[in-house]
């Protein structure tokens, strides 16, 4: 579960003079008693998706450290 703390899409002004457009979501991750900030180029999902997406990526990142963990690759 999470709650939603803050949101903002705009353009974004990156080191020098480029800009880019992205999307900022701030939410506390109640589970873990954690603020995650979360900076994404993807202008069209609502906040809540990119939460969604971010939480379902970050499970399969962490299944893949425990099969490298378990089951060394030479």
């Known amino acids: 579960?999470?709650?939603m703390l803050s949101s903002w899409a705009g353009?974004?002004?990156a080191v020098g003079k480029r800009r880019h457009k992205g999307t900022y979501c701030q939410y506390a991750d109640t589970?873990?008693?954690k603020l995650i900030s979360l900076l994404t180029?993807?202008?069209d999902s609502a906040p809540e998706d990119i939460i969604a997406i971010y939480?379902?990526?970050w499970e399969?990142?962490?299944l893949f450290k425990q099969i490298?963990?378990?089951f060394p690759l030479k």
């Open 31 to 33: 589970r873990k008693h």
């Open 1 to 3: 579960k999470h709650d």
């Open 41 to 43: 180029n993807d202008m």
């Open 60 to 62: 399969i990142e962490l």
């Open 55 to 57: 939480r379902q990526r």
């Open 11 to 13: 353009t974004l002004r």
């Open 68 to 70: 490298k963990q378990n």
